[in-house]
């Protein structure tokens, strides 16, 4: 709940801020697309174990990928905004942020210094330079992160990868992996969040009369940019690229470039004259485009997709076949025996029932191997799984 709470708080911020400046609508609105998102990524997160239960690797990766977003709609609020007092605020807000994001693991932390750096170069171009403060921050947060004592004892047990063998691995594997990204789940995203799109593209269409497929094409480059440094950070480092949280914080940023080139096509066509948006706008298509929305949400919740369920669906399967409490018994008895202080050898089973939405790992077979030489030192005793009798 701390997570997903964070992250719901992260995209309210952002939404309110583009609500006030592109869309224009009512609070309720913000708070209702918000949980919508919120529940969208709940919903279809690659690991939802390392994405909202398994507590330590969720804080360290999902509340900052949505930081991420919130941080450049602060500085989008500087930009409109005319009061120095706030937008000085706002800016001692980005520079915090940034730094802070620096400090919660090198993926996102890196996709906020490329989307800084990007903000920057467009705001540099008409003469406003406070976003350079937030992305020196950033920097610097980055630096700290890198040369950090913890950092260099991780670091010692991989081999650092060269450069140019990054971006070759980072290239090659973005390519395996694309014809996943554009899964039905993605489609059903698009359909979903095009009554936004068609909202922004009808109330800026006199505003951004320069669009161009020019910046179209720069906007897709800048994202490829920034996802495929994503996933150069862990390779450079380790020679993979990264666990499920990483997995899942590289599909949320994904999915949000892909909303965002989504309504600036949606804006592009409309300021052409290549659709015509009042018909989009009448009240008989915004039922429809409504109840489509709601359909959409339904199948989310409930329907397979492409071979695939929902973490929901999964989570209802779990609790009727009593997986999720026979795991939360097991795993209850173990802590119990961990806790018991007249033990000094704890060895324990192998879990029978292991939940796809809570088994993250298990104890190894030796007590001198990671992770029960940390199980060891937190309980000041032995502990490890011994082999099922039964094999």
Not at 159 to 182: D, M, N, P, R, W
């Amino acid at each position: 709940f701390i997570v997903l709470l964070i992250c719901y708080l992260c995209i309210l911020g952002a939404m309110h801020i583009l609500n006030r400046h592109f869309l224009k609508k009512s609070m309720l609105y913000c708070i209702v697309v918000s949980f919508g998102i919120l529940t969208f990524f709940a919903l279809w997160l690659p690991s939802p174990v390392e994405g909202i239960y398994w507590y330590n690797g969720a804080m360290n990766y999902m509340p900052w990928v949505f930081a991420n977003f919130l941080n450049v709609c602060l500085l989008i609020e500087v930009w409109f905004n005319k009061n120095k007092r706030i937008s000085n605020a706002l800016i001692i807000g980005s520079i915090l942020l940034s730094f802070l994001i620096s400090g919660a693991n090198h993926d996102t932390a890196f996709a906020n210094i490329l989307l800084l750096i990007f903000f920057s170069i467009y705001l540099i171009r008409n003469k406003r330079y406070y976003s350079l403060l937030p992305l020196l921050s950033a920097l610097v947060g980055f630096g700290i992160m890198y040369i950090a004592p913890g950092t260099m004892v991780r670091q010692s047990v991989f081999e650092k990868q060269s450069v140019l063998g990054t971006i070759l691995a980072t290239i090659q594997h973005v390519y395996q992996i694309s014809g996943g990204c554009f899964s039905p789940i993605w489609l059903l995203s698009l359909i979903l969040i095009t009554p936004v799109a068609i909202e922004f593209a009808n109330s800026n269409k006199k505003r951004w009369q320069g669009i161009s497929l020019k910046h179209i094409i720069f906007t897709v480059l800048g994202m490829l940019m920034i996802l495929c440094g994503m996933f150069c950070v862990p390779y450079y480092a380790m020679k993979n690229f990264g666990a499920g949280r990483l997995e899942n914080v590289v599909w949320i940023t994904f999915m949000f470039f892909s909303w965002i080139l989504y309504t600036m096509i949606w804006l592009f066509l409309t300021v052409k004259n290549y659709v015509n948006i009042s018909k989009f706008t009448a009240s008989k298509t915004k039922i429809f485009l409504g109840t489509v929305t709601c359909v959409g949400l339904v199948c989310l919740f409930l329907m397979p997709i492409n071979g695939r369920e929902s973490n929901s669906l999964i989570a209802y399967h779990e609790l009727r076949n009593h997986t999720a409490s026979n795991y939360g018994e097991e795993m209850d008895e173990r802590i119990k025996r961990y806790n018991d202080k007249t033990l000094k050898v704890v060895e324990v089973e192998e879990l029978r029932a292991k939940s796809r939405l809570l088994y993250f790992d298990d104890l190894g077979y030796s007590p001198n191997k990671w992770p029960n030489t940390a199980m060891n030192k937190y309980y000041k005793k032995e502990i490890y799984k011994v082999a099922d009798s039964n094999e």
